[in-house]
């Protein structure tokens, strides 16, 4: 089963804290806990430093626009 993590989005206001990657996180165990094996997030190029410090690996994807 895979799960998918959308637009995390933390205000400016409390941003460089660690709540981003707390949030990734939960959303990380929440995802195990009910039988995810995988968990998937789409992002910007300038967002790929924290993704991958959250442990993301980039991979190759397929994106068709509608």
């Keep these: 089963?895979?799960?998918?993590?959308?637009?995390?989005?933390?205000?400016?206001?409390e941003?460089?804290?660690?709540l981003?990657?707390?949030l990734v996180q939960a959303a990380a165990d929440e995802a195990?806990?009910?039988?995810?094996?995988w968990l998937h997030v789409d992002y910007e190029?300038?967002?790929?430093s924290f993704y991958g410090r959250c442990?993301?690996?980039p991979t190759a994807a397929g994106?068709?626009?509608?």
Excluded: C, I, N, S
């Design 15 to 18: 941003r460089r804290r660690g």
């Design 63 to 66: 994106l068709r626009r509608l």
């Design 1 to 13: 089963m895979h799960a998918f993590v959308l637009d995390t989005t933390v205000h400016p206001d």
């Design 32 to 37: 195990k806990a009910r039988g995810a094996e």
């Design 45 to 48: 190029p300038h967002l790929e």
């Design 55 to 57: 442990g993301f690996r």
């Design 20 to 22: 981003g990657m707390r």
